[in-house]
């Protein structure tokens, strides 16, 4: 059986998570890079224009979330139940809330020293999770984890919710580092532990994990 592949451009991005989620289900994937004339211009392969892309067998899939939930599916990640489908679900869509938000930071603020001071204020510090953040707070996803013990966000077991928090939080730890040891160190031992399991920590130790979060370097 061929490994799926995945089509980007050589950055991580949200395809991090789909080679988390690949790797932690005991698989391995290959990559192609994206021709971006043909991305714009091929409808078949790409319906809306973007990127990723899974190529899994016959199956042609787009959009990061819908590639997503699909390996959740397969490598049996979504959660044993429907009450853990749902959680996994909702920790999903609250980390593309906080990505919005890292994405203007990224992009459009380019990491200024005000604008990160202002990022850290309204979306990571406690005392201001009650105020306008556009239902973008780390606090947020911290509880879903603290309800759950800790290890893992949903249920008992590895889920995709845990990937996509992991991601957002490694990439927030390349800016906030200090700060979040201090003030969420319950997140850092979450991060640990996902690193440290099978296929997540070879892949993070090998060269198919590219070293650039960001078109732009930043970050």
Known sequence: MSRPVIHYFPIRGRAEVLRLAIV????????????YQEQKSDREKYPF????RLVDGDLNIVQSNT?????????KLQGKDETEMVAVDEIMEGVESLRVKYVNLIYNDKLEEAAKDLYWKTYFDKTTSEGRNGGAHMVYL?????????????????TIADLCLWEILDLHLRIFEDAIKKEYPELVVFHDHIASQPGIKE????????????????G
């Open 24 to 35: 932690a289900g005991g698989d391995d994937f290959d990559v192609v890079d994206v021709n």
């Open 49 to 52: 224009g973007q990127c990723p």
């Open 67 to 75: 590639i997503a939930r699909y390996l959740a599916r397969k490598y």
């Open 142 to 158: 911290a509880n879903f984890l603290a309800k759950n013990g800790g290890k893992h966000t949903v249920g008992a077991g590895l």
């Open 203 to 218: 892949y993070l130790a090998s060269p198919k994990r590219l070293a650039a979060p960001n078109a732009n370097t930043l």
